[in-house]
């Protein structure tokens, strides 16, 4: 253990949704491997995202993370009763009142830094105030930002060229202005409303708000890797002038399969951990489609019905992650039967994509057209986060998708490519790797800071 004299102390808020806590909570235990004091800090109802896998590597591992809670406004801001996190809103007025809440943290917020005393905060992207709290405090404010560089770089262009002024229709094409590294092409409709500045004014506001945190902070951290996206990184520093750490992938720092280190992640799983290991195990090597649309995607029962259609008519094993539902109707007869599910995440594999909302049609770009590893599903129109929306797409276009990434030469040509970056973020992360020397460079960075 390091003196306490000598040991920094970094504070860790993340945004209350599962696709953000998760990785913050992964980073926390990073910087606790280079015998760095982390603090998560987070409200009541979200505590058992972190506990248990805090528990296990403080014990364990012999890791320091602590875990402090404050309370979540949801009173003040209108919302039910223990309404903590994103993934449990229906509306977009709920959406307002929910980052409203988010707002009213930053006072108990400041009582409790005042408490702790960190040398660094490190903040989602989406709490814009925490820049201004860590100046009060008069220590380095850093940005989580979980999406890609490409993503960034996209919406960094969209807003200064603003292309889609010239188009007519929704489904006319272009091409992402500004010099990119690939010639990135959008329909209208696949862009995200905020970056067109349309939407809810609240939200409008709320992006510009984040926008000017993420300039005003001491840099932003990404959990990507270089070789990964090289050219996008690059431009993110050159061109758009951020400070910025690749310091991922997280999950490949942990993912133990001795530990069942991903179950601890998250939600729990209706599916018992052993019995779904014991079923993976009897399968053939790249033989199991593992399918999960994420947490705040809401669908139809007619969508999920094309779903499971789909998968019935590949003919292959496979793992299907939904979110639970009490009315089944969109289950064919049988179904239930010849699935499991769980939680978890599979690298080294091609992907189909299905973009929803958020920035998921830029990501998708990476996927399909730069690291050429996935095929889209073919959905063509950004959604909101909210609300259950009718079928959008058909389940001749999902089995058509699922076969091209399992049969044939393409499908092995994209397995092949996908194992390369799976080699290398494992590489990223090794000792001297671009992104264990990001970290490092990081580290010494805050060092010098606190003296």
């Not at 996190?85 to 943290?105: G, V």
């Not at 998968?311 to 010849?338: H, T």
């Not at 259950?388 to 001749?396: E, F, L, P, Q, R």
Request: aromatic share 10%; with cysteine.
């Amino acid at each position: 253990m390091s003196s306490e004299q000598d040991q920094l102390h970094i504070v860790f808020l993340p945004f209350m949704a599962p696709g953000h806590m998760i990785p913050i909570m992964d980073m926390a235990r990073l910087f606790a491997t280079r015998k760095i004091k982390s603090t998560i800090v987070t409200t009541p109802a979200n505590v058992n995202y972190f506990a248990e896998t805090i528990q296990i590597h403080t014990q364990k591992d012999g890791l320091e993370i602590d875990l402090l809670t404050i309370k979540f406004p949801y009173d003040e801001a209108g919302l039910p009763k223990g309404c903590e996190n994103a993934d449990s809103l229906t509306s977009t007025e709920m959406f307002s009142r929910f980052f409203k809440a988010i707002d009213l943290l930053q006072q108990p917020f400041t009582n409790l830094l005042q408490k702790c005393q960190p040398n660094c905060l490190v903040a989602d992207h989406f709490i814009h105030w925490a820049n201004s709290v860590a100046i009060e405090f008069g220590i380095p404010c850093l940005m989580f930002h979980g999406s890609s560089y490409l993503s960034r770089c996209i919406t960094y262009n969209l807003l200064q060229y603003k292309p889609h002024k010239n188009l007519l229709n929704d489904s006319d094409t272009f091409v992402v202005p500004g010099d990119l590294p690939h010639k990135i092409k959008f329909t209208k409709s696949e862009l995200s409303p905020y970056d067109k500045k349309e939407g809810p004014i609240f939200l409008l506001e709320l992006m510009d708000k984040i926008r000017d945190a993420m300039k005003a902070c001491n840099g932003v951290i990404m959990n990507s890797y270089y070789e990964l996206e090289p050219g996008y990184a690059d431009y993110y520093a050159r061109v758009m002038g951020m400070k910025h750490w690749h310091i991922g992938p997280f999950s490949l720092y942990f993912n133990r399969r001795e530990d069942n280190e991903a179950f601890h992640r998250g939600k729990n799983s209706s599916m018992d951990i052993n019995e779904c290991t014991r079923w993976l195990d009897e399968k053939e090597p790249d033989s199991v489609i593992y399918v999960c649309l994420g947490s705040m995607s809401n669908l139809s029962d007619a969508q999920l019905h094309e779903i499971a259609i789909s998968l019935e008519a590949l003919g292959q094993n496979f793992i299907l992650v939904v979110r639970s539902k009490d009315n089944k109707e969109w289950v064919p007869q049988g179904f239930e039967a010849r699935i499991v599910s769980r939680e978890g995440v599979v690298s080294g594999v091609p992907m189909v994509t299905w973009p929803f909302h958020a920035e998921q049609f830029y990501n998708e770009k990476l996927v399909t057209d730069v690291l050429k590893i996935g095929v889209p599903v073919g959905a063509k129109k950004w959604v909101p986060r909210v609300g259950s929306h009718n079928i959008t797409i058909g389940n001749k276009e999902i089995l058509n998708a699922m076969a091209k990434i399992s049969i044939g030469e393409e499908a092995q040509d994209m397995r092949k490519r996908a194992k390369e970056c799976k080699e290398m973020a494992r590489l990223a992360i090794s000792e001297g790797g671009s992104s264990y020397s990001h970290l490092s460079a990081l580290i010494e960075e805050l060092k010098a800071h606190k003296r």
